[in-house]
């Protein structure tokens, strides 16, 4: 079950980081050189059928893995061990996620037009920044840290 477990949290992650990174590389100065929400709002459609069933895989696989690890849930909010500081790391990053991801989702999609593109971009780079730091977390867990 740990091999099938750390496959699909890889798969997630694969999925919601080169999502991202896609997006911020690629969509988003197109969409504000046009600036056309329009550009934002067609990759968002389908993006979002993919990358948010693999943010929670990752959650659940997260926290399973981690629970794996550190059978002690308490001590996933300390700095008692390696593997407790990535797992209060990857938690951190999770927070920062759904709260950039949340508010942009509620606040300023619905709302999206030609002037709100910059407030929107401000969400996805550092969403985009967190989903790397994921990985490079994930693999100094696997590795023994960078």
């Known amino acids: 079950m740990y ?9 997630g992650a694969t999925i919601w980081t080169g999502g991202h ?13 046009a600036r056309d929400p329009r550009i934002l709002l067609e990759f968002e459609a389908g993006f979002e ?3 948010i069933p693999a943010l929670l895989i990752q959650i659940v696989t997260g926290v399973w ?15 008692g061990s390696p593997a407790a500081t ?13 709260a950039l991801a949340a508010h942009a989702r509620l606040r300023l999609l619905p709302r999206l037009d030609a002037a709100r593109l910059p407030a929107l ?4 780079v550092p969403v985009t920044v ?17």
């Open 121 to 124: 971009g401000w969400h996805i």
């Open 65 to 79: 893995l981690a629970w794996v690890r550190l059978p002690e849930i308490g001590a996933w909010f300390g700095f």
């Open 21 to 33: 990174l896609v997006l911020a590389i690629t969509v988003l100065p197109r969409a504000l050189r």
């Open 130 to 146: 967190l989903s790397v730091l994921f990985v490079v977390v994930g693999v100094g867990l696997r590795t023994g840290g960078f």
């Open 86 to 98: 990535h797992i209060f790391v990857k938690l951190v990053l999770l927070a920062a996620t759904v």
């Open 3 to 11: 091999p099938f477990a750390v496959l699909l949290h890889v798969l």
């Open 49 to 51: 059928r993919l990358g």
